[in-house]
């Protein structure tokens, strides 16, 4: 018994540890060194302080936290942005960011990312079809 509680406490913090890796390898990195991340890049979507510049690791950060806050009370962070004169989502508005967009759209990304998408679909269906 008291070993299936230390599993499950050592399976949490894994997965603690695993968002926190995760949302700073795709999140905040990018967006503090480009003002961008892959996906934002592919619809020609980027990010500036409320003053234009560059993101700072720590808007970076905020933004990064508290995105999640913005979704899980029914989406209402981000239906604030239809009330909004600069369109700023709960998260935005208490990283101090603003959403921008270009008017050229990168295509080569949305390829880059839609064959990587096919990859990791084939490389997980093969696995399932010939395990071991």
């Given at each position: 018994?008291?070993?299936?509680?230390?599993?499950?406490?050592?399976?949490?913090?894994?997965?603690?540890?695993?968002?926190?890796?995760?949302?700073?390898?795709?999140?905040?990195?990018?967006?503090?060194?480009?003002?961008?991340?892959?996906?934002?890049?592919?619809?020609?979507i980027f990010l500036r302080s409320e003053m234009g510049e560059k993101?700072?690791?720590?808007?970076?950060?905020?933004?990064?936290?508290?995105?999640?806050?913005?979704?899980?009370?029914?989406?209402?962070?981000?239906?604030?942005?239809?009330?909004?004169?600069?369109?700023?989502?709960?998260?935005?508005?208490?990283?101090?960011?603003?959403?921008?967009?270009?008017?050229?759209?990168?295509?080569?990304?949305?390829?880059?990312?839609?064959?990587?998408?096919?990859?990791?679909?084939?490389?997980?269906?093969?696995?399932?079809?010939?395990?071991?």
């Open positions: 018994m008291n070993r299936d509680l230390l599993n499950i406490n050592a399976f949490i913090i894994f997965a603690i540890l695993s968002f926190l890796l995760f949302n700073i390898l795709y999140f905040v990195i990018p967006l503090s060194l480009w003002s961008t991340t892959i996906g934002k890049k592919c619809f020609g993101l700072t690791f720590k808007m970076a950060v905020v933004r990064t936290l508290l995105q999640p806050l913005s979704t899980i009370f029914f989406g209402l962070g981000y239906r604030s942005v239809l009330n909004d004169p600069r369109k700023q989502a709960w998260h935005d508005k208490k990283a101090h960011t603003v959403v921008l967009y270009t008017k050229k759209k990168s295509y080569i990304w949305q390829i880059v990312l839609a064959i990587m998408g096919f990859l990791l679909f084939l490389i997980q269906y093969l696995r399932s079809v010939f395990p071991g």
